[in-house]
């Protein structure tokens, strides 16, 4: 089984996103950085990528909501047990979505985001397993806290 994280590969990144506009945007932002990107357009379909290739994915960046019937905070529980080596990023412009809404551990940041959170976080990510436990939230001031 290959590692995405071995040494002189680029981190892959799954960036799940409807609204083409913004997904377009996350996908150039990481690209421009190094990143290989795959983009979906709903949470079904980043799952079914998931399944094909779960060992190249690093992290997974997602809306909160998407079409059907799995939205990203159920994505982010369908990884975080059946992946649990994949980081995930969610993201939200509803005020109603908030991190105290993950059941699992997971990184929550409120749209709009600015591209040095992301950059900052999805770098990190992409070299380190998943935080044992807890949430994390990138604050109003760029950094990482947690969450219980």
Known sequence: MSDARQPGRKPV???VEDQPDERFLAATLLEDTGFTVIEAETADRALAILNDRADEVSVVFSDVRTPGPIGGF?????IGVTWPKVRVLLTSGDAGDQPSDLRVSATFIPKPWRAEDILEWVQEAAGKPPAAGGTEVIGSNGKLQQQA
């Open 13 to 15: 990144i799954l960036v």
């Open 74 to 78: 159920e994505l982010a529980r369908i």
